[in-house]
Nanobody, 114 residues
């Protein structure tokens, strides 16, 4: 069974940075397009960034220029570097394969104070 383990969240002030990690255990990771998702209180989970197996990233407009997604195919890890954080970025952050997703992990909480 594939397991996704997200880490790196925390409490930061507006303008701060965090680096999230997501490790994939048991799945064939190398060729999968991986996504970072977030779910704010009372809202649906949304895909905010993704990276292809070859390392090509795409972002939603709200995080473009502030967030950077990367991956280490040898370690089965996908990262999300988040800079210039705002309170609107407060959410639980998850990773998963963009297509044919695996069971969701617990996510990692990011809280940005004003």
């Amino acid at each position: 069974q594939v397991q996704l383990v997200e880490s790196g969240g925390g409490l930061v002030q507006t303008g701060g940075s965090l680096r999230l990690s997501c490790r994939v255990f048991g799945g064939f990771f190398r060729l999968r397009t991986m996504g970072w998702y977030r779910q704010a209180p009372g809202q649906q989970r949304e895909l905010i960034a993704q990276i292809s197996g070859g390392g090509n990233p795409t972002y939603v407009e709200s995080v473009k220029g502030r967030f950077t997604v990367s991956r280490d195919n040898d370690q089965n890890i996908v990262y999300l570097q988040m800079n210039f954080l705002t309170p609107e970025d407060t959410a639980i952050y998850y990773c998963n394969a963009v297509q044919n997703s695996w069971p969701w992990g617990q996510g990692t909480q990011v809280t940005v104070s004003s």
